[in-house]
């Protein structure tokens, strides 16, 4: 019963930051200024490098990745031999 009081109390206090955000103050909400404030920030800035940065390596990690499983598929397709079905001499003697 606690975690569905939580609950509740998150989203109604969820529900009233969001009522509250939408107050015009000038020309604009508080939710506007609290926005422009958080893109002009001078932290924005290098977060956005470390993002990029960050994609960056997770792409060419990706790339890398796929290409070394593309040379490994390859290489096993090369290695198998054409005929996949047994021949009559591996049934000699069989019996």
């Known amino acids: 019963m606690m975690d569905f009081l939580f609950f509740v109390k998150t989203c109604a206090a969820t529900i009233a930051l969001v009522l509250l955000m939408q107050i ?27 993002a990029r940065g960050a994609a960056k390596m997770v792409r060419d990690l990706t790339q890398n990745i796929s290409a070394r499983v593309k040379q490994n ?21 069989q019996d």
């Not at 200024?33 to 490098?49: D, E, G, I, Y």
């Open 73 to 93: 598929t390859k290489k096993t397709k090369k290695e198998e031999p054409k005929s996949s079905s047994p021949s009559h001499s591996d049934y000699e003697g």
């Open 24 to 50: 015009q103050v000038g020309s604009a909400s508080i939710e506007h200024h609290a926005m422009s404030f958080m893109q002009s920030s001078t932290v924005v800035s290098p977060l956005n490098t470390v």
